[in-house]
């Protein structure tokens, strides 16, 4: 009797212990809000912290921060420029409550609450003088660190300016997020808009993996890559929007650089960004894969070659890029210009840009791509969206718009049949543009099942991936009647409709 006794004692103390660590571990909320006058201790929505490094700066492990509607900077100190918003292991940040000036503070939605994360450190930000941004943060927020794993999630990240020498060492770089030194960091429904940088105008990622689900780059700047990776980073993208992005150099959305590890881009749409020299919305100069699924190009520009995409891969000895695209969408992506070419490739501006790579592009299709002349190897079954350096790619099942042949002749292309590429406001690369296929489309049921690695289990609309046995080409499988139907989901209008949790 007594042994059972000292056992429910025993049990009783385990459950304790087991209480109080999982308490610990599921952390507390802490409460900012810009507009709380109470007592300022984080302990409520009417005793928030109001200013958002109060709270990072109590924040424990486990712990998660509520960010009413707002503007928040990382200093008070309009000379500061080197103060940025730290993120700390574990700790997640949470944007889009309505807080005290809603009737219920609780209530999230990041649509009608917008938190704003700003670098505008000085108050003087319009969109009359850029000049005005040369005082701003230079680097909004950053993660640091090993196995740093922590959240951020629906805030709006702007106004970073980073031009010069930073604390960091890399001058220049990650004006709205600095990543690096091994961070994790996943971020959720958030915008970067209106930042800039000489590399990664919105985002520096170096030797890193953070998660990207729902986020949306638009109306950033930079000398290269709006995103700029590097150094073995391996970052992850679903479900995000690059919209409006440009880049002085190189990459309008993405610029890699000697990143070795795998770079996954799912369901993600680029439309109108553009890159003064190659890649209008990506180029890359790496030794590892750069795999893209599901995804839609549309109306980006490069002023030298890869409206789309360029692709320089490095044949050192250690192994070539490879570049693997599969069932993505490409149409009017041009590089119309071609003032200043390079020397050291051969020359070609066009939709895309593929250079010194083992590329494998499965189930696409590329349509209406401009280039300024056709390529300098005439040979038939290259798409005229493409050039090829020291290798071609291995095209699988793509409708693709052909060279020029040896007797000069141009090879027809069949028209995929898109339901309305322009839309109803006649502008490529806007809200009301469908690329779905039309019942007629060549593209339906005309792809491989089988793919290295296997195709995903939705399309960008999030319909299966597969209907009919056989998958279509391009990003969007045929649905029947609802492929022409402009209001079925999409990624694009999801990102603003979606609730808040
Ligand atoms: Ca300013
Ligand atoms: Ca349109
Ligand atoms: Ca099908």
Redesign the pocket.
């Given at each position: 009797m007594r042994r059972k006794a000292n056992h429910v004692r025993w049990l009783l103390c385990v459950v304790f212990l087991l209480g109080a660590v999982r308490t610990a571990a599921a952390g507390g909320v802490i409460y900012v809000d810009a507009s709380a006058a109470g007592g300022n201790d984080g302990s409520s929505w009417i005793d928030a912290f109001s200013d958002l490094q109060d709270a990072i700066a109590v924040a424990l492990t486990g712990d998660e921060i509520r960010v009413a509607q707002g503007i928040y900077t990382p200093t008070q100190d309009p000379l500061d420029r080197e103060a940025t918003f730290q993120l700390k292991d574990g700790v997640s940040i949470i944007g889009g409550y309505a807080g005290l000036a809603g009737m219920y503070p609780d209530f999230r939605h990041t649509k009608f609450f917008t938190t704003i994360l700003s670098g505008d450190i000085d108050h003087n930000d319009d969109n009359v003088d850029p000049n005005n941004k040369e005082g701003n943060s230079r680097n909004v927020m950053m993660f640091s660190g090993e196995d740093n794993v922590a959240i951020l999630e629906g805030v709006t990240i702007r106004g970073g300016y980073s031009d010069g020498t930073g604390i960091h060492g890399d001058s220049g770089a990650g004006g709205g997020l600095y990543c690096y030194h091994g961070c994790s960091p996943r971020l959720i429904d958030c915008i970067f808009t209106d930042n800039y940088a000489g590399g990664g105008g919105a985002v520096y990622i170096s030797a890193s993996h953070p998660v990207f689900t729902y986020c949306v780059w638009k109306d950033n700047y930079a000398g290269s890559g709006t995103v700029y990776i590097r150094s073995a980073s391996h970052p992850v993208f679903t479900n995000c929007l690059f919209e409006n992005n440009i880049a002085e150099y190189n990459g309008g959305v993405i610029n890699v650089s000697r990143s070795a590890y795998l770079i996954s881009l799912n369901h993600c749409v680029f439309r109108q960004n553009s890159a003064g020299r190659r890649g209008g919305a990506i180029s890359t100069d790496i030794m590892g894969e750069v795999r893209m699924v599901n995804c839609l190009f549309v109306a980006n520009t490069a002023g030298y070659s890869g409206g789309a995409i360029s692709c320089s891969g490095h044949n050192d000895g250690t192994g070539r890029s490879l570049f693997n695209l599969m069932n993505c969408t490409f149409y009017g992506n041009t590089s119309p210009t071609f003032a200043n070419p390079p020397t050291n490739t051969l020359k070609q501006p066009d939709g895309s840009r593929v250079y010194w790579s083992d590329s494998v592009i499965t189930n696409c299709v590329f349509y209406n791509s401009i280039a300024r002349e056709v390529s300098e190897i005439p040979f038939s079954e290259i798409p005229v969206s493409f050039e090829f350096g020291r290798s071609e790619p291995l095209i699988i099942t793509c409708i693709y718009e052909k060279q020029p042949g040896l007797d000069g002749a141009i090879p027809a292309t069949p028209d995929p049949q898109f339901v309305d590429p322009y839309g109803a406001d006649g502008t490529l690369g806007t809200d009301d543009d469908n690329f779905r296929l039309a019942p007629s489309s060549p593209a339906?049921?005309s792809g491989t099942n089988e793919t290295e690695p296997p195709l995903p289990a939705m399309d960008l609309d999030g319909n299966p991936r597969?209907?009919?046995d056989?998958?279509?080409l391009g990003a969007y499988?045929?649905t029947g009647v609802n492929s022409v139907d402009d209001t079925h989901h999409n990624i694009i209008n999801n990102f603003f409709e979606r609730t808040g949790k």
């Amino acid at each position: 009797m007594r042994r059972k006794a000292n056992h429910v004692r025993w049990l009783l103390c385990v459950v304790f212990l087991l209480g109080a660590v999982r308490t610990a571990a599921a952390g507390g909320v802490i409460y900012v809000d810009a507009s709380a006058a109470g007592g300022n201790d984080g302990s409520s929505w009417i005793d928030a912290f109001s200013d958002l490094q109060d709270a990072i700066a109590v924040a424990l492990t486990g712990d998660e921060i509520r960010v009413a509607q707002g503007i928040y900077t990382p200093t008070q100190d309009p000379l500061d420029r080197e103060a940025t918003f730290q993120l700390k292991d574990g700790v997640s940040i949470i944007g889009g409550y309505a807080g005290l000036a809603g009737m219920y503070p609780d209530f999230r939605h990041t649509k009608f609450f917008t938190t704003i994360l700003s670098g505008d450190i000085d108050h003087n930000d319009d969109n009359v003088d850029p000049n005005n941004k040369e005082g701003n943060s230079r680097n909004v927020m950053m993660f640091s660190g090993e196995d740093n794993v922590a959240i951020l999630e629906g805030v709006t990240i702007r106004g970073g300016y980073s031009d010069g020498t930073g604390i960091h060492g890399d001058s220049g770089a990650g004006g709205g997020l600095y990543c690096y030194h091994g961070c994790s960091p996943r971020l959720i429904d958030c915008i970067f808009t209106d930042n800039y940088a000489g590399g990664g105008g919105a985002v520096y990622i170096s030797a890193s993996h953070p998660v990207f689900t729902y986020c949306v780059w638009k109306d950033n700047y930079a000398g290269s890559g709006t995103v700029y990776i590097r150094s073995a980073s391996h970052p992850v993208f679903t479900n995000c929007l690059f919209e409006n992005n440009i880049a002085e150099y190189n990459g309008g959305v993405i610029n890699v650089s000697r990143s070795a590890y795998l770079i996954s881009l799912n369901h993600c749409v680029f439309r109108q960004n553009s890159a003064g020299r190659r890649g209008g919305a990506i180029s890359t100069d790496i030794m590892g894969e750069v795999r893209m699924v599901n995804c839609l190009f549309v109306a980006n520009t490069a002023g030298y070659s890869g409206g789309a995409i360029s692709c320089s891969g490095h044949n050192d000895g250690t192994g070539r890029s490879l570049f693997n695209l599969m069932n993505c969408t490409f149409y009017g992506n041009t590089s119309p210009t071609f003032a200043n070419p390079p020397t050291n490739t051969l020359k070609q501006p066009d939709g895309s840009r593929v250079y010194w790579s083992d590329s494998v592009i499965t189930n696409c299709v590329f349509y209406n791509s401009i280039a300024r002349e056709v390529s300098e190897i005439p040979f038939s079954e290259i798409p005229v969206s493409f050039e090829f350096g020291r290798s071609e790619p291995l095209i699988i099942t793509c409708i693709y718009e052909k060279q020029p042949g040896l007797d000069g002749a141009i090879p027809a292309t069949p028209d995929p049949q898109f339901v309305d590429p322009y839309g109803a406001d006649g502008t490529l690369g806007t809200d009301d543009d469908n690329f779905r296929l039309a019942p007629s489309s060549p593209a339906i049921d005309s792809g491989t099942n089988e793919t290295e690695p296997p195709l995903p289990a939705m399309d960008l609309d999030g319909n299966p991936r597969i209907l009919n046995d056989i998958v279509d080409l391009g990003a969007y499988e045929f649905t029947g009647v609802n492929s022409v139907d402009d209001t079925h989901h999409n990624i694009i209008n999801n990102f603003f409709e979606r609730t808040g949790k």
